[in-house]
């Protein structure tokens, strides 16, 4: 018998929106086909948006989306994208399978999916082979109100109000695909390419996103701080030339070149899998620990905007095109990574799932007209309610360990003050045992439980012949007061309402 504790009494922070956010790069099936489609392909959309997809995405409250990359934003020249479509560019898509990239999803079509998803905007700029003129024009071009050639360019492509731009971006893995940096020079870089990221908006400032290390690569993160945390004449309230640093990090169950099969995989590889994802909270610590030195205050956000399990292209597919399906393992990635980000809300700020659609780890798959949810599309829609809540403590105790050495039932917890209510979502990782557990609430008493579940063999999965196979049901609550009992079956991920009395 397991018991999560609750602390109700302590706000440990709020759970910013944007670490539930999502990532979609022109790259594949993602952006074209996935989102976006031609007006005479037969598939309802509105503006060439899908319709299935955006209403899907609205259902999980989609905050923050970055666009459009990855590696294809060090060499995206955002000219290419805007203009009448049938006079852009055509170019080749170097990084992502060398298909024909025809723009005519440019930066006018990103602002309006956004608009339909009512969601926050992340673009991020080419450091790799842009300019540093080219870059700032992009930013004047999107974001300045008054008069100047950007914003007539704007206006006379059909948008005269400018939008808003929350996060930019400056580069993206510039050790590697985005230029194969050392850290002295992407700082130095770094440092002037932010300069002329101006802001025309004081009432909506653009959050600058410094390009951060690849996984555990903590002399990056250090080397970079050093030059870009600098205060030469510092103001009062500045804290260096960055609002965020990015980390990526992705889980490849066998490693980098033994990614495996997404769906055919042994217990072992699952285990393998989850130990991975777990690694998640050492990371956040790593690096986290090194802001700290430079900014205990916690303003610089870590922002986690590339993450998600990455396995072999399903069988059959462009192996440029990293198109995979989703089980209940990635379920359970999902849910433990998610707890993991909230139980860290203090220092990231925002994360991005890769990718939004047709990509890695994606919440929606289509096949022409055809959309299915995946496992991972329910797991965010389950944790939708900690966006913006306050963190409690959730302490795990009697759980045990699950095969591997794992712990077996993994949990975070907030408190929405404005509905008065408590979300508990805990993943049983055992892949055989079930777990009875009692939720103990310290200094509150519930009046009313609800609960949800997601459970299936680890196999399992959503395809466009069965798209049912897994999703969200029903969990009973029992009990009301100072504690409520759930029982979770091997393999589940769980998500508890709690109103209190
Ligand atoms: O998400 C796929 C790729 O992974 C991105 O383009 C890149 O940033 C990362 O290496």
Not at 351 to 357: G, K, N
Not at 478 to 498: D, N, Q, T, Y
Request: charged share 20%; net charge negative.
């Amino acid at each position: 018998m397991a018991t999560i504790h609750i602390d109700t009494a302590t706000r440990q922070g709020r759970i910013s929106p944007e670490i539930y956010g999502h990532f979609s790069e022109h790259l594949g099936r993602c952006v074209y086909e996935g989102i976006f489609v031609r007006p005479d392909s037969g598939i309802p959309n509105e503006n060439g948006m899908r319709r299935d997809v955006v209403e899907a995405l609205r259902e999980i409250r989609v905050p923050v989306l970055r666009w459009p990359g990855g590696c294809f934003a060090d060499e995206y020249h955002w000219r290419d994208g805007i203009g009448p479509r049938e006079s852009r560019k055509r170019m080749v898509n170097t990084n992502w399978g060398g298909v024909v990239e025809d723009n005519s999803f440019g930066t006018h079509e990103y602002f309006e999916l956004c608009r339909q998803l009512g969601c926050k905007t992340y673009v991020n700029g080419n450091v790799g082979s842009g300019t540093v003129r080219e870059m700032s024009e992009w930013v004047e071009y999107m974001t300045f109100g008054g008069v100047s050639p950007l914003a007539e360019l704007r206006a006379q492509n059909g948008h005269p109000e400018p939008w808003r731009v929350d996060y930019f971006g400056v580069g993206n893995e510039n050790w590697g695909c985005g230029g194969n940096m050392t850290p002295e020079y992407y700082a130095d870089l770094y440092r002037r390419y932010q300069t002329y990221v101006r802001q025309y908006d004081p009432a909506a400032p653009i959050a600058k996103i410094c390009g951060g290390p690849n996984v555990d690569d903590d002399n990056w993160t250090r080397r970079v701080l050093q030059t870009c945390y600098a205060r030469p004449h510092p103001p009062e309230d500045f804290h260096g030339f960055m609002d965020g640093l990015s980390l990526h990090y992705y889980v490849h169950p066998g490693g980098w070149d033994h990614k495996g099969s997404a769906t055919d995989f042994s217990p072992e590889e699952y285990y393998a899998t989850m130990k991975k994802a777990l690694w998640m909270e050492e990371l956040i610590k790593l690096h986290g620990g090194i802001l700290d030195q430079y900014d205990p205050e916690k303003r610089i956000g870590l922002m986690v905007d590339e993450w998600g399990a990455w396995y072999d292209v399903e069988p059959g597919t462009h192996p440029g095109f990293l198109y995979q399906q989703n089980t209940m393992r990635d379920a359970l990635v999902a849910a433990v990574t998610l707890n993991i980000f909230n139980r860290h809300c203090d220092r990231v700020k925002l994360a991005c799932i890769a990718q939004m659609v047709n990509v890695l780890q994606s919440v929606l798959l289509t096949e022409g007209p055809r959309m299915v949810r995946t496992p991972t599309w329910y797991v965010f829609h389950m944790y939708r309610r900690h966006q913006g809540a306050q963190l409690l403590d959730a302490r795990v105790e009697g759980a045990g360990t699950a095969d591997g050495g794992l712990p077996a039932l993994h949990a975070s917890a907030s408190l929405d003050e404005t509905a008065g209510a408590v979300t508990v979502t805990a993943a049983n990782l055992s892949l055989t045992q079930a777990q009875d557990v009692t939720v103990q609430l310290g200094g509150a008493f519930v009046d009313r439980g609800q609960g949800a579940l997601l459970t299936g063999d680890v196999h399992s999965r959503n395809t466009f012949d069965e798209p049912d196979m897994v999703r969200e049901e029903k969990l009973d609550v029992m009990g009301v007061g100072p504690l409520v009992k759930v029982r979770l079956p091997a393999c589940s991920v769980a998500s508890v309402r709690l109103e209190l009395a």
